[in-house]
């Protein structure tokens, strides 16, 4: 009997689980409308569709301001799954939210231009964008004025300068860059397979160098790994003895921000799966077909080696954006900042009073991660829902004070009205600054295992291996923006898993 009931409540929930999920797809695509907004109010431009911005908005009460969002992407990218769409693993639509269906959840109407920042002039209190998209029409360039600014432009890639990174080498931040990745390894087996090519060419085009033991450079690695092994190999046979991956890193260890456990962990798990990782090798040079890279060896002497090359994808980390850079040339106060724009515990820039960043473009003292730009963002979204309750409580409070004098026989009413919103008030004025909780690190790294150091009552665990691989797919399923994009990952972790990765090149 025990049983018939473990089923009844199973099956209800699956009931509850489907009418909650089908109710959520209705209202999205059914949103009730939208106000227009206050030409009165403030006007708030958030720059940025990314993780900073897009967390500022999910919780933003838009009726309380005139919003205002700049962007050159038209859509929200969940960057945590972008290596799987480097080999097909997950389609990259199934990873973008359209910004237009996330603002149109929002009570009051938000304005949004698809172009890029390309100037802030916090004097006048403008922002300068340009239309940089192919089809453009008679204005591409215009000033947008703000009475508050968040900067969520997020960061761009490091190449310290090296000569030939940015000509012969592919980035991991974007999904055209995941596009690229996935063209160009199916364009190196397909040459290397082509009829009389010689064994050194082969193995050139074969050789996959990654630059950058940081997570994306091994998440990277281990992706590709798992291609090569799961389909590459079982449908183009001829070069399944060729096909090397090699990860290049300067410091001593791959992924410095994990605990030593798993950073051996890791480094067992690629020798494991056949992936070269050459550590204290700090790359110099790069031509269209080789990577110059100055080793320390053993006893302190350093060598040049050279790596040919027929896929390179450089993941070294992130690099201030222009935009950035010229603002923070503008502020005397920025001066000696040199990672992105100092921001104080509330995220104001420092030196301004009505700019804010967050996110990759803060420097707020947290590492460059999708966990802490979403903080940041909902803290700002609470920030200004609480401005914006206490000017109207403020404007409430001075307009009762002003009927006092009018209306004599009123005034314990009054008084007690006031009482009362001042009372409200001192609540709401009372912010705490930002303050970024650490949830875990978890980094994928091919074969089904996966690393992770998350925050357990208030201390660390360290976890690796195959059921951390389901926690980790579990955790990242739960923080895909939308039940439509959770129900895309699921269906593509599948159809690899069922069919096998597409190799047709488009
Ligand atoms: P972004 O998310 O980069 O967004 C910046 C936005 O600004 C974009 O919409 C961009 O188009 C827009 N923009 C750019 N220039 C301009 C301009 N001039 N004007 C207006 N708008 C502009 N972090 C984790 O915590 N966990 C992970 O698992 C994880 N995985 C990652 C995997 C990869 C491959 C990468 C590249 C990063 C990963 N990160 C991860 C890091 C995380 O993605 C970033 O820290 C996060 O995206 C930063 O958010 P952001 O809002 O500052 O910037
Ligand atoms: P990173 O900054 O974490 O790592 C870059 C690595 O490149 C460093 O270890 C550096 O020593 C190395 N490097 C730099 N120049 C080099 C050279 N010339 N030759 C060889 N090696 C060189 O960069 P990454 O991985 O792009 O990550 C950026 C941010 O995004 C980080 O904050 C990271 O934590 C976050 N992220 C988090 C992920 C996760 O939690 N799973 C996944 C991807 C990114």
Not at 162 to 189: N, T, W, Y
Request: charge should be neutral.
């Amino acid at each position: 009997r025990k049983l018939r009931w473990a089923w009844r409540l199973g099956y209800l929930s699956a009931i509850a689980g489907i009418v909650y999920i089908g109710y959520g797809v209705y209202q999205d695509r059914h949103p009730e409308d939208q106000v227009e907004p206050d030409p009165s109010k403030k006007t708030l431009v958030i720059l940025g569709t990314g993780w900073g911005s897009v967390s500022l908005l999910k919780r933003l009460d838009t009726e309380n301001y005139n919003v205002i969002v700049i962007s050159p992407r038209n859509y929200f990218l969940f960057t945590p799954l972008l290596p799987s769409c480097t080999t097909g693993t997950i389609e990259h639509r199934s990873i973008m939210e359209p910004i237009r269906t996330i603002l149109r959840q929002k009570k009051a109407r938000v304005r949004f231009y698809e172009a890029e920042a390309s100037s802030i002039d916090p004097d006048r209190k403008v922002v300068r964008l340009i239309d940089t998209s192919e089809i453009r029409g008679d204005i591409t360039e215009t000033e947008v004025p703000y009475d508050m600014l968040v900067v969520g432009v997020g960061a761009e890639n490091a190449t310290f300068g090296i000569p030939g990174v940015r000509e012969h080498s592919c980035f991991l931040k974007e999904i055209g860059d995941a596009q690229k990745i996935r063209k160009r390894i199916m364009d190196c087996v397909e040459t290397a397979a082509f009829k009389d090519q010689s064994p050194q060419e082969i193995d050139r085009l074969l050789h996959m160098v990654v630059v950058g033991g940081g997570p994306t450079g091994v998440e990277f690695a281990g992706e590709l790994q798992d291609f090569f092994e799961e389909d590459i190999k079982k449908l183009v046979p001829e070069i399944s003895d060729r096909f090397r991956v090699t990860l290049i890193e300067a410091l001593p260890n791959v992924l410095p921000m994990f605990s030593k456990q798993l950073i051996e962990y890791t480094e067992s798990t690629f020798k494991e799966e056949k992936i070269n990782i050459h550590t204290k090798t700090m790359v110099k040079k790069v031509t269209d077909k080789t990577v110059e890279a100055e080793v320390t060896g053993p006893d302190g002497k350093k060598k040049t080696v050279v790596f040919p090359y027929g896929l390179l994808v450089w993941a070294t980390g992130n690099a201030v954006r222009p935009v950035v850079k010229d603002l923070m040339s503008r502020i005397p106060a920025q001066a000696n900042s040199r990672r992105g724009l100092a921001v104080n515990e509330y995220l104001v820039v420092q030196g301004t009073r009505d700019i804010w960043a967050v996110g990759d473009c803060a420097v707020a003292g947290y590492a460059p991660t999708a966990q802490v730009a979403s903080q940041e963002g909902t803290f700002l979204a609470r920030l200004f829902n609480n401005m914006a309750k206490t000017e109207a409580l403020e404007a409430k409070i001075s307009e009762l004070s002003s009927s006092l004098n009018l209306q004599p026989g009123n005034s314990a009413a009054i008084s007690h009205e006031i009482e009362q919103h001042e009372r409200q008030l001192r609540r709401i004025k009372d912010i705490k600054p930002f303050h970024y909780s650490h949830q875990g690190s978890l980094a994928y790294i091919g074969s089904e295992k996966a690393v992770a150091d998350v925050t357990w009552f208030n201390g660390n665990l360290a976890a690796a291996g195959s059921l951390t691989f389901l926690f980790w797919r579990s955790a990242y399923i739960s923080m895909c923006f939308s039940t439509r994009n959770r129900l895309l990952v699921i269906n593509d972790w599948l159809k690899s898993k069922v069919f096998g990765r597409d190799l047709s090149r488009e």
